[in-house]
Every structure is written in C-alpha cells, then in structure tokens.
C-alpha cells in the first residue's frame, strides 16, 4: 500500500500539489491525466524517490515499484547482452525467455544493438528490465507514445491480466477506456478520483463542473449580501454605533465570505486553428509511381503506387518499422526512391508535422525560437503563443525546460501560423494533453484541405473525419 498524506511539492516558487492525500492499493488500475505541465510525472518522481517532497509524506508498505519513465535511454549495447545484465543470478535466465514470450517481444536479433530496435520493442526491453526485479506496483508514464495499434491492443489485454496495482499517466483515450478502474485528474494542485473507465470520467467530470458553477453562483450572491451589509453599516449616523457594526459586518464577511471563497471554472483551452486553402477538389496533389526503397540490407517497401487528389482525407497505418515516416520523408524531399516516381502536385503548399521535433533548438527560449522558425513579426509572436497558452514568463523559458507535453504544444504553435494546402502529420498527438487534442481534432474535422495521418490514437482518428485507409505492412501498400 501507498499512502500520501497531506502531500505538497512547488519549483520555482510554483506550487504542483498543495496538501493532497491519496492511497494506491490492492492490484487497481490507475489512469493519471491532467493538462501538460498539471504535475502528473512529478507526481511519479515523487512517490518513486526520484525527487523529494516539499511537504507531508509518501509510506510505501510492502510494495517494490518500478518506474518506466516517458523518455528512457539505454547504453550502447546488444539486445541479450542487455537482458543477461539485469539478472540478479545467471542461473535465472529462464526468467528472459518466460517474459519474451508473455510481452511478445519479437523480431529482434539477441546480437542486435538496442539502438536499431524499433520504439515499440525498446518500450518492451524497459518493461521486461523492470519485470525481472518482480515489482508488485508499476508506474508508467504514456506506454502508448512507443507502440503501433497491434502494440498498443497487445498492451491492453496484458495488462487487464497483469496480477499487479498499475499507475499510467496517458492521454490515449481509447486506451484507459480498455485499461483502468480509475481516472485520477491532477488539477489546480489536486488530485480528482473518479472510479470507473475514461468515459465516466468525462461524464462525472461534466457534473462535478456544473456543481463548481452552482456553488460559484452562490458564492457571488453571498458576497454581493455581505457587502451591501458593510455599506449599510457605514451608513449609520452614530459613530460608535457605526463602528462596532462595520467592524461585526466584516468579521462576518471574513467568516462567510474570504475564508469561503470559489473561483469560477475555467476551462483553458488552446485557441482554434485555422488552416486556408483553395485547392480544388480534384487536383493532384500527390501520386507514387511503383515506388521502392532500400536502405544496404533492407527494403522497405516494393513497387507501392497511389494517389492522392483534392480534399481527400488518409489514415496511413501500420506496424511500427514497416516505414510510414520512410514514405513521408520521400514526400517531403528528405530521402531519396531507389526506384519509380514520388510527385507531388503543382503549387502545394505541403505542412509536415514530425513524429520527433528535432528542428527545436533546446538552448533557446520560445520566443526566440518561435520567430526564427516563424519569421514572424515580434508583435505577431505574443498573440499566436498566447492561443497556444504560451504567455508572460513562459515565453522566457529554454525549451529544454518544457516538458514533452509542453514541447509538442510548442512545436504546434509553430506548424500552425502557416496555411497548407496538405498536412502530412506524423504521429501529431503523441505527448499532447486531451484537452489541446480535442481543440486539433476539431479543427482537422473542418479543415478543407487534403490530410495524411499517421497516429496510432484510435480516439482522434475516428474525430477528423478520415475518409481513405492505407496500410503499410510487410512492403506493401494496399486500401482497406
């Protein structure tokens, strides 16, 4: 059992959690979610020892955790080298291959560097690092942003039999509706528990708001009572008479009203995006002509031809390392076709959102690095990072101090201020809260333009109206 009680932790003068309590027991299933930047992975730090506490205190009874992080490293190494390290005794290898069967980590070479494993397989590596110490509570932080759709139903069905207390933070959607019993939002310092799945959560949070505003609306009426209260006090003409009830008056709205006080609700938001074209409807926009790419020892994908015409909206998926961003990256210019044709239409205006943001120089602060990217004027820049809920001293900030969430709401600022004929978006929702993906998808569903979407977030692509299916698997290329 995990108990905390009376919790609070602050950086920078800023508090996180003021005075939260929380229990973690008896082999639930915890989902954590709140806006970037709310304190959902200090909130792991915490409990898991990697950072103190400001005040109160986390009693750990009976329980080892283990902690998989969102950003993990691993040293320059083979894969079975690797495994062989975290054994506590040699004879317990039986161990590896018991847990290379029940996580399906597949596809790999024993003698293989862990830097050529795709992200789904090293997400499985860090797992089967952490299940070898045999932890009986899990902390992991978006599992999701690592694995393909087949991962990710995979992952569902091994947790739902996983005989152990898991905490996820993750902004899947569809996910925790598979995966959790509860939903704990962290919001304005404290922690919010809702039983049940992701969509009760939304339900029971529509009421718990409606029940803020009510006792918001109370609030103001009392304290526009208590006020005319003070003013009729301070009209009376005796003075010692007058004293005493002015100073009554405010000992009562100091106990009624001050000690009491709500603050309305705010939802906070990113504004709308609004990307133009005037692109016909069936212009050409792309066409592949019995593409193939090689790499020295791989081919990637054979003879794939389609095309893509004005307004038309696709989903391109697949498994991870089958070579969706290798087909992007051939439309974008930034790598070259062994063989065949990639053409892209006459004046297209392309927008390409990647799956890793390594155009961002981290040392910069936002606002230098959002007009060099921009070139926008200095006047512009405050208003369009605003609508990303970029202000004041956040614009200050280095990148390297955002964290991913942050980033990726960052790196969207910038796509955004352009108007594109076509986006091509690689995996675009990967560390970005549910709130600021609501607000995306939204936009997407009323975008005119054509769409290539790679996501493996079930949730959001059944949002922005996809009307064409492309799977990539095994070299080929096909409509579903």
């Known amino acids: 059992m995990i108990i905390g009680k009376n919790v609070s932790l602050t950086y920078d003068g800023k508090p996180i959690l003021n005075a939260v309590d929380f229990v973690i027991s008896n082999n639930k299933k915890i989902g954590i979610v709140g806006r970037n930047g709310c304190g959902k992975t200090s909130f792991f730090k915490i409990i898991n020892g990697v950072e103190p506490v400001t005040d109160g205190s986390i009693n750990i009874e009976g329980e080892k955790l283990a902690y998989l992080p969102q950003e993990f490293d691993f040293p320059d190494a083979f894969v079975g080298e690797y495994m062989e390290s975290k054994l506590e005794n040699s004879w317990d290898s039986y161990k590896i291959d018991m847990l290379i069967e029940e996580l399906k980590f ?44 087949e991962g990710i139903m995979w992952f569902e069905g091994y947790l739902k039999r996983l005989n152990k207390t898991v ?39 529509l009421k718990l708001i409606d029940k803020w505003d009510e006792e918001y609306k109370r609030f103001l009426i009392k ?27 405010k000992k009562r709205y100091e106990r009624e009203v001050t000690r009491k006080a709500k603050e309305k609700y705010v939802i906070k938001k990113i504004g709308d995006i609004e990307f133009d074209t005037d692109v016909r409807g069936r212009k050409l926009m792309l066409r592949f002509d019995n593409v193939t790419k090689k790499y020295e020892k791989n081919t990637v994908f054979t003879d794939i031809s ?8 696709i989903w391109l998926f697949g498994p991870n390392g089958a070579g969706k961003s290798t087909l992007v990256k051939l439309i974008m210019g930034d790598e070259k076709v062994t063989k065949g044709e990639v053409k892209l239409g006459e004046n297209i205006h392309v927008g390409y959102f990647a799956q890793k943001q390594t155009h961002l120089d981290y040392d910069k602060n936002l606002l230098d690095q959002f007009l060099a990217e921009t070139q926008c004027e200095y006047s512009q820049a405050f208003g369009a990072l605003k609508r990303f809920l970029f202000s004041g001293d956040d614009l200050k900030k280095r990148i390297k101090n955002l964290s991913p969430g942050e980033r990726s709401r960052f790196a969207f600022a910038i796509f955004a201020f352009k108007d594109y004929d076509m986006l091509i978006l690689d995996e675009p929702t990967n560390h970005l809260d549910i709130e600021t993906k609501e607000v995306i998808e939204k936009n997407l569903s009323e975008y005119k333009g054509n769409l290539l979407l790679i996501s493996h977030d079930r949730y959001f692509v059944e949002n922005v109206d996809i009307q064409k299916l492309l799977r990539l698997d095994q070299g080929k290329l096909e409509y579903v």
């Open 167 to 205: 905490v996820m933070i993750s902004h899947d959607r569809s996910f925790l509706n598979h995966t959790v019993d509860e939903i704990w939002e962290i919001e304005n310092t404290k922690i919010f528990a809702f039983v049940g799945d992701y969509d009760n959560y939304k339900t029971e949070k």
């Open 106 to 149: 597949k596809n790999y070479d024993e003698y293989q560097k862990i830097s050529l494993l795709s992200e789904g397989q090293k997400m499985k590596l860090k797992l089967m690092e952490l299940l070898l110490a045999d932890p009986t509570t899990l902390f992991i932080d978006e599992p999701t942003n690592h694995l393909d759709i």
């Open 306 to 313: 389609f095309e893509v015409r004005g307004g038309e909206r």
């Open 223 to 249: 304290k526009a009572q208590m006020e005319k209260l003070i003013a009729n006090a301070r009209k009376i003409t005796n003075g010692k008479k007058r004293g005493r009830a002015v100073e009554s008056a």
